[in-house]
Structures are given as C-alpha cells and as structure tokens.
C-alpha cells in the first residue's frame, strides 16, 4: 500500500509543478473519490503529522477535493472531511489538517493566499483549502446565475467582469462566499477559466462536446448541462461584433500620468462617457477618433461607450483602491489591473509620495 501512496504521491507532484493552485489538476469527482480512499488507509497506518510529511500533494488534494465536491455552505467543510478520513471529529485534527495544508503549500510551491486571510478576515484554514478548489459544486448554480446576468448586460470576457465586480460588490449579495474569492483573487487561473466559460455560452453543438473543448473540469460540464436544461436552453453572448475596449495606460517621461486611450468605434454616432466619480471628473466624447483623457487619482474610472446601433457597454476599472498603488506593464505602458498575481519581470509603480512600497 506504501508504494501506491508513494505514486500517487509523485504522480501529483508532478501534475502541480509550475502550477498556482491545485483548482489546476483538473480534479474529477472519481478521482477524487479514488484519493480519498487511500488518505483513509494513509492516516490508517501513519500519525497526521508522519502522513503530511511523506505525501504532502495526496492530503493536499484530498482537502481541496472535499471543498469542491462535499462543500455545502450552512453544513460546513470538516464534519465531512473527517468522516471521509475516518478520523475522529476533534478540534485537535481539524488544527492538524489545516496546518498541514498550509505547511503544503509551502512544499509545493502553490499560492498562499495570505492576503486572502488578512483582508477579509475569512476563516484561516477552510478558506484556505476553498480557495485552491476554485468554485465548490454547491455553489455552480450561483455562480451560472452571476455569469449570466453579466453576459446579458453585454459582457463578453473576464476583463468585463472582473473590473464590474471589483468595483461593485454588491453583486455578489446572496452569492456564495467561496465564489467572490476565487474570481476576485484566483488570478489568471480564475480569469481562464472565466473566459472559457463566457466562450462555452456563445458555442454550438452538445455541453458535453463544447466543455471538452475548453477543457472544462468534468463538474463543470455536469452542473452545466444541468443548469441549460432547467432553464431550456445555454447562455448567450448579447453582442455578437466585440467592440474595443478603452486601456488605461501610462508614459513615464509624461508629467499627464494615467490616461485612457479610447479607440475610434467602427458604429453609428459613437460616444465615449468617462466618468470618476469621487474626483468629479464626467466627460463626453465622441468615438469616431482616437483620443486619450488625462485621469484623475479616484477608486475606479467609468467608460461607457454608447452607440445608435447598439446598447451601451460600460468597463469599470479599478484603480486607487484596497492598494493605494498603480502597477503598469513595461512592454505596453497598459494598467495591469490585477496586482494580486503580478508575475512580471519588471513592472512600473506608480504610486502617491505618502505610501511606503517595499521589494521582495
């Protein structure tokens, strides 16, 4: 049995290698059920402590599984975790299994989530372990029904999402907590996977052959075709021509600093409104040249584009918020809107001369 633990063990290390979190596996519901059976015999024959540190990858994606396939919001996550460890209920085990987790991350170079914990005052070990499962299969409902309403209000990538739902939480009122997290700080992996979702709504043929081609978890593709047939028929995309997307970006031998770039629209009678609210600026503009407004320190920047032939679209971009820093991309100058996964090898900081920043 040891020597099944050991390749299973190396078998998942090397599927996490150069990986952020452990949403990445793919994990099925077979196989996770396949994994929990050998974490049963592994705190069988081994203390908690003894298992973490021999297969530090099989306990970590026995814990995340559980979150994806067990989680039930108001039932909680550690009653079925160790029932399906055949462990006592203590809070003794629940400590030794949420500092193991931590402690794995470590080992297998995955993403902490820190920040996660301190900002949100989010429980320290169920959120983290929920995080690394991306969306639980309790909350796919909730999360179909967001992406949805954003699909109607015209958006047509994670871009658009994203800097709505950053900018304006209360979207996410009587969401699951789990999903607010995931896409919010998930990084690129939540936003790939935003991007083939909104993708899967606008493809033709069965759910079945238009997941695989995204290479959707098979959860996904079950609760899905699930979620099409209760309502009677897949998400559609409102727009069907993508319209151009205005980018913040920044010159640094320019005393302007930040400016939107709003590209000429190829519509009838286009207009760009840019708006920043707390910094009293609300221009119009019309869209049939390109053009660049200074920008003003604010929480987020407004663009709407309105046209005669089509509904308006609006990009909130989030700038002076949680952080009171800008971070801008070398090779393009362009606003790298999401900070939480900067994986650059040189990036612009822009910042106000009261903020301390530090390097490490």
């Not at 160790?82 to 170079?109: H, I, M, P, W």
């Amino acid at each position: 049995m040891a020597a099944l633990f050991r390749e299973k063990e190396e078998e998942l290390r090397a599927r996490l290698k150069g990986r952020r979190m452990v949403f990445e596996l793919g994990l099925s519901k077979r196989e996770h059920s396949r994994i929990s059976e050998m974490v049963a015999d592994c705190f069988w024959r081994y203390s908690l402590r003894r298992a973490w540190s021999l297969y530090p990858a099989l306990l970590a994606t026995f814990l995340v599984g559980e979150g994806i396939f067990s989680w039930s919001g108001h039932k909680g996550y550690w009653p079925h975790v160790l029932g399906a460890a055949r462990l006592s209920r203590t809070q003794a085990n629940q400590s030794a299994l949420g500092t193991g987790f931590e402690d794995s991350l470590k080992v297998l170079r995955l993403q902490s989530f820190d920040d996660l914990i301190f900002k949100e005052g989010a429980l320290r070990f169920v959120s983290h372990i929920l995080i690394h499962g991306g969306v639980p299969v309790y909350s796919l409902v909730d999360f179909f029904t967001l992406l949805e309403k954003e699909i109607e209000r015209g958006a047509v990538d994670a871009f658009d999402l994203l800097g709505r739902w950053r900018a304006h939480h209360t979207v996410f009122t009587n969401i699951d907590r789990p999903i607010q997290r995931f896409v919010l700080w998930g990084g690129e992996y939540a936003r790939n996977l935003l991007d083939r979702c909104i993708e899967l709504s606008g493809m033709t043929g069965t759910v079945v052959e238009r997941a695989a081609e995204l290479e959707l978890p098979d959860y996904f593709v079950t609760e899905y075709d699930k979620y099409c047939r209760q309502r009677g028929a897949a998400l559609r995309p409102v727009h069907s021509r993508k319209l151009p997307r205005p980018h913040v970006e920044i010159d640094p031998w320019d005393a302007l600093g930040p400016v939107v770039r709003l590209p000429a629209v190829d519509r009838v009678g286009p207009r760009w409104h840019v708006t920043a609210g707390s910094a009293g600026l609300d221009l119009v503009l019309d869209g049939f040249q390109d053009q660049t407004v200074p920008l003003p320190r604010a929480r987020a920047w407004e663009v709407t584009l309105e046209a005669a032939d089509s509904s308006p679209r609006t990009w909130v971009i989030e700038c002076f918020g949680d952080v009171p820093v800008l971070f801008f991309d070398p090779a393009n100058g362009h606003l790298v809107q999401d900070w939480r996964s900067l994986t650059m090898d040189a990036v612009w900081v822009l910042s106000s001369s009261d903020v301390r920043s530090a390097i490490r």
